[in-house]
C-alpha cells in the first residue's frame, strides 16, 4: 500500500484539503496524511470547501512535518507557491503541485471561499492523475505495466 504525504507551510488549507480528498478518493488503497513545517490549525474555510462536496475534515489536525517519519512515507506532494516548502528528509518520490495559498487571501469570506474551491478543484484534478499510478497491483500483462 502506498503511503502519501501533502506537505505546505501552516498544514491548514492546501495540505488539509489535499488530505481528506486522498482519503475520499483511494480509501483504503492508500495511506495518507499531511503536515507543515509551521502548523498552525485547519481552516473553517478548508472545512467549508470540503463540506461543499460531502468530505468531512472537522477531525483531522495540523502536525508538524518533523513528527512524520521518513520511512513510513512513500510519495511526498508539496502543495506551496509563493512560499519556501517544507523539506522532506529521506527517499521518496517527490512531487510539487503549486498551488496559492487561499488562507492568506484578502477580500469577504464569499470571496476567500471561493478561492478554497479552486484549490479543491485542482487538487481533486490532479488527484485523478495520482490515481491511475496508485491504483494498486497492475496486470503485468497490460500495456501499462511495460510503461
Known amino acids: ?11 491548514a488549507a492546501r495540505s488539509q484539503m ?7 478518493r483511494f480509501g483504503d488503497r492508500a495511506r495518507v496524511a499531511s503536515a ?3 502548523p498552525t490549525a485547519v481552516s473553517p474555510l478548508a472545512v467549508a470547501a470540503l463540506d461543499e462536496i460531502g468530505i468531512d475534515i472537522r477531525g483531522q ?12 512515507v512513500d510519495v511526498v506532494v508539496t502543495l506551496c507557491a509563493e512560499e519556501v516548502c517544507p523539506v522532506f528528509p529521506g527517499r521518496v518520490r517527490r512531487l510539487h503541485w ?20 479552486s484549490v ?3 487538487i481533486g484534478r490532479r488527484l485523478g492523475d ?8 497492475r496486470d503485468l500483462e497490460s500495456p501499462a505495466a511495460l510503461r
Do not use: H, K, W
Open 18 to 24: 489535499a488530505e481528506g480528498l486522498t482519503r475520499a
Open 120 to 122: 479543491r478543484d485542482e
Open 61 to 72: 489536525r495540523s502536525t508538524s512535518v518533523d513528527d512524520v517519519d521518513p520511512a513510513s
Open 36 to 38: 507543515g513545517s509551521s
Open 130 to 137: 495520482l490515481d491511475a499510478e496508485v491504483a494498486g497491483p
Open 98 to 117: 503549486p498551488m496559492p495559498d487561499p488562507a492568506g487571501a484578502a477580500g469577504s469570506d464569499a470571496e476567500r471561499l471561493e478561492r478554497f474551491r
Open 1 to 11: 500500500m502506498t503511503s502519501l504525504l501533502f506537505l505546505c507551510v501552516a498544514n
